[in-house]
């Protein structure tokens, strides 16, 4: 079963500091990774391969920077990397996101499951996944913690929800965004850094895809943002330090003063 | 194709674009701002940020569609085992407010099986008019079913708002409905109003992990859709006097067949209270050192008629379950109060709790960054000032 794994760079937050001065983030020179929700539905792409054999594809869109994001995935094991990229997908939101994925997934074609990460954690909005299974009319289960069965026609997997999990049944072609549960993602393998190395990412413009250019980038995009803005960010309150009983009495006074207890 | 530009003439070198830029695409070059295409991904992030309006971002013109024709707000209201869940409220109490600015209508849309006294609740919460699809087969959510009853609905009676839950249930119904009926959709939100002038709504929401926040509007389709993250609007009060409309509507017996079906429903959350709805929670971190000290956190938690949460660390060296973590990989969260212990606070911890109103830390290392955040640092060993902070709430509180 061919499998096609869909990710996205983002910046790398653990590195995202604070202008003290501003008190706004510093992005400049902040390295980009794979989103790390992507990292596990590589990681399960890979395992089922393992299991069912066929090809796992990894697909994005974005700047051509975004290669480096492939050539990671590649470097994990992944057999071909497609990455949409063209001025004219640029300012996306998720409609046209979703829709560029699908048109780029229809033309790849011949596909078992789809994987998404549950979220980026740029955007966090967890919308790209399902818009990508509407678009291609298939089923979806979103926040996939657990495959427990997979053949060529269904699988059964572990949704989770608020209070646990549900046990879903679906048949296949299937869209699954998974969470961190799932896996253990693994480092790439020495053969696959060298593969990644000399490996030729396929580059796939608008046109190549059959995308409508009313449907794609700023032009597609039904949302626009309208401002940005930093929080006020939290500035540190009372620290105590010393006598154990006087530090605890002076928090639990502070709770009550503010009507918290 | 739509394109972004500096203005030369405007642009005065002062850089307050750069770090607005999540991408790092902007730079300074001879004094004025430089945008790297090979970056730039056109998110109009730096537009807002530019005091001298020399950033131009233009988009071509896109035919628009009509959106004459749209009036009301609705809600979807979430249910499980008929019963109403509680962001369905909470949505109703915001739906209200903008219902009311818009002088329009507030309706719910449920769907599921049993569901009469459902419909009743949601009329006392100040629904006017109840869209109910009732049937066996919608007893437990289903993504695909749902999602063409709701997008059905839509293009019959034509919402001009319609806001949905940022649970896990709302987050994979709705992007589907949005991409159906054609329209933009904004996830996650924390805070909605209305531009009064051109009848639109203002949706606002937090991005990286609550360090920028940004405000998204929906021009040019209709219904202006989005998810509302849950404890942050203020529920819709019950009044049981309240008169509204049910309008049963009949469950199409030639939808095809769900593709997806629920086997099972495991309920596996550990604690009394679950994270996501707590107003109080109480987390351990790497400082608790072994699974069998976080008694001493469920004890604090209980004193506090809290939840209990975890960071990564504790998680991930199998002291507490995944579906404890809060954070940038786990939950997010935002209660009255979070009293974090033994955790140094990574940024990734902090952006899953830092929206709390009240914080409460408790770490031995004085340069720990979670102090930067809290509202109450004790500096201090976690396994002398936890268990003397439980005590000392069970006296204040007598639990």
């Known amino acids: 079963m061919n499998i096609i794994v869909c990710i996205k760079q983002v910046p790398d937050t653990t590195d995202v500091r604070i202008d003290p001065a501003t008190n706004t983030l510093i992005r400049e020179g902040v390295p980009s990774i794979i989103n790390p929700f992507d990292m596990y539905a590589i990681e399960e792409a890979l395992r089922i391969r393992e299991k069912l054999g066929g090809k796992v594809t990894v697909l994005s869109m974005g700047p051509p920077q975004v290669i480096e994001a492939l050539k990671e995935a590649i470097s994990m094991g992944a057999d071909d990397a497609v990455l949409l990229s063209d001025r004219a997908f640029a300012g996306a939101d998720t ?42 009319d298939i089923p979806q289960v979103t926040y996939v913690k657990k495959i427990e069965e997979i053949d060529d026609k269904k699988a059964i997997v572990w949704r989770m929800t608020e209070d646990g999990y549900d046990v879903v049944e679906t048949s296949l072609p299937a869209v699954f965004t998974v969470v961190k549960e799932i896996n253990e993602p693994r480092l790439p393998s020495l053969k696959g850094k060298m593969r990644a190395k000399s490996y030729q990412t396929t580059i796939w413009k608008a046109a190549d895809i059959g995308a409508d250019e009313k449907n794609i980038g700023l032009n597609g995009s039904p949302t626009n943002v309208v401002k940005i803005f930093t929080p006020p960010a939290r500035t540190g309150g009372v620290l105590l330090q010393g006598d154990v009983n006087e530090a605890v009495a002076a928090v639990v006074n502070g709770l009550k003063q503010q009507q918290i207890i | 194709m739509s394109d972004i530009e500096i203005i030369q003439d405007k642009c005065v070198g002062c850089g307050a674009c750069l770090s607005s830029c999540p991408y790092g695409a902007i730079s300074l070059k001879d004094n004025l701002a430089v945008i790297d295409d090979d970056k730039c991904t056109l998110c109009g992030a730096c537009v807002s940020s530019c005091g001298f309006d020399a950033i131009l971002l233009r988009k071509d013109k896109v035919e628009k569609s009509d959106i004459s024709g749209y009036h009301g707000v609705w809600v979807f209201a979430e249910q499980k085992a008929g019963v109403v869940q509680s962001i369905a409220y909470e949505l109703l109490g915001e739906g209200r407010k903008l219902a009311d600015i818009l002088g329009v209508e507030l309706s719910a849309v449920i769907l599921g099986n049993s569901i009469e006294q459902a419909c009743r609740d949601l009329v006392a919460r100040g629904a006017d008019n109840v869209y109910a699809v009732s049937h066996p087969s919608l007893e437990n959510f289903c993504d695909e079913p749902y999602a063409v009853i709701l997008a059905g609905l839509i293009d019959q009676h034509k919402p001009e708002i319609v806001l949905c839950g940022a649970s896990t249930i709302g987050r994979a119904l709705i992007p589907r409905v949005a991409i159906k009926v054609h329209t933009g959709l904004t996830a996650d939100c924390t805070a909605l109003a ?25 021009p040019n389709h209709r219904p202006q859709m989005a998810t509302v993250r849950h404890k942050v609007m203020k529920e819709a009060a019950p009044d049981s006097s309240r008169q509204g409309k049910v309008i049963n509507v009949p469950y199409d017996r030639k939808m095809p067949a769900s593709r997806t079906s629920v086997l099972k429903v495991v309920e596996e959350i550990t604690s009394m209270v679950k994270l996501t709805e707590a107003d109080i929670i109480v987390s351990g971190g790497r400082g608790m050192k072994g699974p069998e000290n976080f008694k001493l956190i469920e004890a604090l938690a209980k004193s506090l008629g809290g939840a209990v949460g975890a960071s990564r660390a504790a998680v991930d060296s199998g002291w507490i379950p995944y579906s404890h973590q809060v954070g940038q990989t786990g939950k997010t969260v935002a209660p009255k109060l979070y009293v974090a212990c033994g955790i140094s606070g990574a940024i990734q911890h902090l952006v899953g709790m830092q929206s709390a109103d009240c914080i409460i830390a408790v770490n031995k290392d004085p340069d720990a960054p979670i102090f930067k955040v809290a509202n109450f640092g004790i500096v201090g060993d976690v396994f002398e000032v936890v268990p003397a902070l439980t005590k000392k709430l069970q006296e204040t509180c007598g639990k």
Request: net charge negative; hydrophobic share 45%; glycine share 14%.
């Open chain 1, 95 to 136: 409609w046209a996101t979703s829709y560029a994925l699908s048109m780029g997934i229809k033309k790849i074609g011949d596909y078992g499951v789809i994987f998404c990460g549950k979220q980026a954690i740029d955007g966090d909005t967890a919308q790209v996944g399902p818009g990508v299974a509407e678009f291609l």
């Open chain 2, 194 to 218: 209305i531009d009064e002038e051109k009848r639109i709504l203002l949706q606002t929401r937090p991005a990286f992990g609550g360090n920028i926040m940004a405000t998204i509007i929906c």
